[in-house]
């Protein structure tokens, strides 16, 4: 489970900006959003994210998502080159190095990683835990001028100096040092559960890619097809089975379009409908049903973009609640539009609420409803209305109605 995740240099993330998962003292609907994975550590499942278009919502989606692929996902080749960009509106950013924080819980133990580089490499990595104090797991550098890794363990660890010879051997200088141990056959628990936390992590789930994210997932079975059926009867959908199968199958790009089709049943007739024949709204829920299975049955860190599009509010709310009411030790960051849920202090804590803004250097700045004192929101205000009035930022500065078309060539 993730404590805090931390940014720097990213897109249009200039600053460090800190998303955390950690709860406040508060009690309110603590037994539905809040986890103490280790004694006395409160953290929240859920973190919605609220801002206007092109403040920064995605891309601090974006960068947990690149830091999962990182460490996850290595290169093969030294010449490989990581896709991203810097902050490009400023002189200096785009020569410095990217920077990634992530603090998190695995295995009732608690640790803290940190990683820096550019575009050719792995400038710098640090894993340390706490047991209860904090020790350095290992500590890596890069030369970059011979193009070359050196790792060192923390003196805790067990067979420390044939651990570091294995891994330079295998980390090259654009891959990070759990990239080198997944290529090896080494045995080490700190780098396994290291490991264990970033696959826990899915990837970014947008719309370009939704559908094959579930049907990719119900078609090899990793999801069961009767747990979706009993979602869609419970969100009133008149559904009492539905099928998914190839349609074509692409080898080189493993990469499969999935053909699904939904059976209606009507006054003791069956009907087959195709997937796009049926309701966006239809479409969408049958997605997110696989989501919430995923969500409750296992231990996942979820972020989906655009959580509301083409959901009916009360659908948007079902899911939301089936989500907090059910879930053990997943967590959930979404980025949304959907201001109703703002409207009710029956659904949301305050540290589960966040904001993107773009500050005067056209940076985005990600801050908590909970870091405003009272005198702009309490207890009993309608966030909706002071968020509506813009007190709390990360809402579109539209300006006026009026537009001057002028003939011209």
């Not at 891309?59 to 902050?87: G, N, Q, S």
């Not at 696959?199 to 947008?206: A, G, K, N, Q, W």
């Not at 890619?209 to 990719?216: K, P, S």
């Not at 692409?250 to 024949?277: A, C, T």
């Amino acid at each position: 489970m993730i404590i805090n995740f931390s940014v720097e240099n990213f897109g249009s993330i200039k600053e460090k900006q800190t998303l955390s998962f950690l709860a406040n003292k508060s009690d309110h609907l603590e037994d539905y959003y809040v986890i103490e994975p280790i004694k006395g550590l409160r953290l929240n499942k859920l973190a919605l994210i609220y801002g206007a278009n092109a403040s920064g919502k995605t891309t601090v989606l974006k960068a947990l998502d690149f830091l999962r692929k990182i460490c996850t996902e290595p290169f093969d080749k030294k010449t490989e080159k990581f896709d991203f960009e810097p902050f490009l509106f400023d002189e200096n950013t785009p020569q410095q190095n990217t920077k990634f924080e992530l603090e998190f819980v695995q295995n009732e133990g608690r640790y803290f990683y940190e990683v820096e580089l550019n575009k050719n490499c792995i400038v710098k990595e640090r894993l340390y835990n706490f047991s209860p104090n904090k020790a350095l797991v290992f500590e890596r550098t890069t030369d970059e001028e011979r193009e070359l890794t050196s790792i060192k363990f923390g003196r805790k660890i067990l067979k420390r100096k044939h651990l570091e010879e294995s891994l330079e051997i295998f980390t090259l200088w654009n891959n990070t040092v759990l990239g080198g141990y997944i290529k090896t056959n080494i045995d080490d628990s700190n780098l396994f559960f290291f490991l264990y936390e970033f696959r826990s992590i899915t990837p970014l789930v947008d719309k370009s890619r939704i559908d094959y994210f579930t049907n990719n997932l119900v078609y090899n079975g990793e999801i069961d097809r009767k747990d979706i059926k009993n979602f869609l009867k419970k969100a009133d959908f008149n559904i009492d089975d539905f099928n998914v199968e190839i349609e074509n199958e692409d080898v080189k790009n493993k990469i499969n379009k999935y053909s699904v089709k939904f059976r209606h049943s009507l006054n003791g007739q069956n009907y087959e409908l195709p997937f796009d024949s049926e309701s966006e709204g239809t479409q969408r829920y049958y997605v997110f049903s696989t989501f919430l299975i995923l969500l409750i049955k296992d231990d996942i860190i979820l972020s989906i973009d655009e959580l509301e599009s083409s959901l009916h509010p009360d659908l948007y709310r079902h899911f939301l609640l089936t989500f907090l009411v059910n879930s053990k030790k997943s967590q959930l960051i979404a980025t949304t539009h959907n201001r109703e849920i703002l409207n009710n202090r029956d659904l949301f804590r305050d540290d589960a609420i966040w904001f993107t803004d773009k500050n005067e250097d056209s940076a985005t700045e990600l801050y908590s409803l909970a870091d405003f004192d009272s005198s702009v929101v309490r207890d009993t205000s309608n966030v909706l209305n002071a968020y509506k009035s813009g007190k709390l930022g990360g809402v579109p500065n539209l300006g006026d109605y009026y537009i001057d078309l002028e003939d011209g060539e």
